[in-house]
């Protein structure tokens, strides 16, 4: 009777794990990313870039906020690691430069857009005395536009804000693993930095039409390295009056996860807020006139520049069409794996989402200063987590929040001088100076540039962890083209760039977990 009943426990056990493995091949089946071979227990990886933050501006005096009783409290977990910021070389205090650091309330999230050229950047530099930022990247009310600098002027520069506002970026810290040595590859504005997160190589760049090429393209000359905000010679999108340039040989990942899988390609996608056209289906040139409120006015929600793949004959969607069907999200059809921001979550919430995915908030959520501010880029961020964690694909998912450039923001650390250039737009070792070795094939991207925050939230991530190895943009672009055996692109920065498997635990049992918080606050939500 004995064995009777063990056999039938083990025909029962037998079944359950034939449906266990019918359940596990439908899913695979039904999303493939579950089952491309990875180096990693990573199938998906969505990185977050946002906009215009240098590491100090969010991350002075980490883990230490000031706590005033109106607004989110925060209280760091024991045990926290310190950072490099302004409390730990006394800098916060007795700063060198002609206006001190000071703690932006709460109530002050919305500020002005500061100088984040590529020559203004390196002067502030100083010869890296990191000391004439309000005197070349600071904006204060004599900008174009009215926009608060709260009495600073151009010393607004200088301003930080601590986990009273930044509170959710705090907590995924304390929760999860960031790096406060982690830079721009190279330095100057959005463009430059989106175009080095998928390539790495900003170097190409053509002209095509418009205005000056002057601060846009290196020596101002119609072919060069990218180093200003250009915006893509191929998107119907663009606004008018501005100069447009391409990179007609340039490679990027989206080539690399194309040509993978045997020619079949990864599933993989760059998702951003007013992608979609307003114009109506077939329109061409299509239009994208959709805009958003925030605390800081009514902004066009699609920003061209802000767009890397579309400087990219290979990987551009001119026209804004839309994928042909949900399912199709992620693969090669129309779309050409261009995207509205809104179409990863149908993605997320049908049971297709890609292996690689590049997620852009319109343009109120991007945290860039002058039309978005910490606390609309907060509201943004979190409601992205939240689902994202709430979803089936939690288990095997790297979320990394990355930012495009610093917005020239103050921050006191020096990059590394990893890339040398001698173009007459670099200034950072002298009159048309980065560095002296004139052998450099990296000219006109002076680099590494300014550095800004990068977080990496998942399972797989450490806890309340700081990671101090050097990293740079390409170093997300690394980390992908490794998980998935996709190689390296000729003459990126993805050869020289740092890791960011330090941010990871890949062996154990002891899984990070799921931290849900509020979208308003930042806080643990009850």
Known sequence: MIHKHLRRLASLAA???????????????????????????????VVIFQENVSFDHYFATYPNATNPASEPQFTPLPNTPSVNNLLSGGLLTENPNSAQPFRLDRPQAVTCDQDH????????FDLGAMDKFPENTGQGNSVAFPCPDYGHNAGIVMGYYDGNTVTAIWNYAQHYAMSDNSYNTQFGPSAPGAVNLVSGNTSGAVYISGGSTSGLISDGGTTGALIGDARPGLDDCNPTGK???????????????NQANGGSGYTWGWFQGGFAPTSAPGVIPAVCAAASTNLAGTTADYVAHHQPFQFF????????????????IGTSDQANHQYDLNDFFVALTNGHLPAVSFLKAKAIDDGHPGYSDPLDEQTFLVNTINTIQASSYWKDT????????????????????????????????????CGTNTNSTFQGRCGYGPRTPLLVISPYAKQNY????????????????????????????????GSLNGLFEFTGAKRAAKLPLDPSTGLLEP
């Open 243 to 257: 100069t447009y340039v391409s990179f007609p040989s340039g490679v990027s990942v989206g080539t690399l996860l």
């Open 117 to 124: 050229n590529y020559t203004p950047e390196q002067v502030a």
């Open 466 to 497: 700081v990671d101090h190895a050097i990293t740079d943009q390409s170093s997300i672009l690394k980390f992908i083209e490794d998980n998935w055996n996709l190689g390296r692109i000729p003459g990126s920065a993805d050869a020289k760039a």
């Open 15 to 45: 079944t359950a794990c034939l449906i266990c493995t019918s359940l596990a091949d439908a899913w695979a089946a039904k999303n493939p990313a579950e089952s491309y071979p990875t180096t990693t227990p990573i199938k998906h990886v």
């Open 398 to 433: 790297a979320i990394i929040i990355a930012y495009d450039d610093s917005d020239g923001w103050y921050d006191h650390q020096m990059d590394p001088l990893v890339n040398q250039s001698q173009v007459t737009d670099d200034q950072l070792t002298g009159a048309g100076l």
């Open 313 to 328: 004959p290979d990987t551009n969607n001119q026209h804004h069409l839309r994928p042909s069907s949900a399912a199709a």
